[in-house]
């Protein structure tokens, strides 16, 4: 909800699974939030970060490795391995 200065003034809001959409309630304990830093050419945080939630759904399935590979591909945080010069 927010007030008339358009300030958001809810006490709890809800994460979603970043994988399932799925809404991460305040009883699911086995949920985690990921934070993966950026990096440059040369291997150093720019201090930018991709936040990623996955639910206790995905984790108690065992797909909580999978389902990260594929969202980090998605957005471009990591590369091929099968393409990756040496």
Do not use: W
Request: glycine fraction near 10%; charged fraction near 30%; include cysteine.
């Amino acid at each position: 909800m927010q007030n008339d200065k358009k300030e958001v003034v809810d006490l709890y809001i809800p994460r979603k699974c970043s994988a399932t959409n799925r809404l991460i309630t305040a009883k699911d304990h086995a949920a985690v939030q990921l934070n993966i830093g950026k990096v440059d050419d040369n291997g150093r945080l720019t201090g930018e970060v991709e936040t990623f939630a996955l639910c206790g759904f995905i984790r108690g399935k065992g797909l909580g490795d999978d389902a990260l590979n594929r969202l980090v591909r998605q957005r471009g945080l990591l590369n091929d391995l099968a393409t990756t010069e040496e």
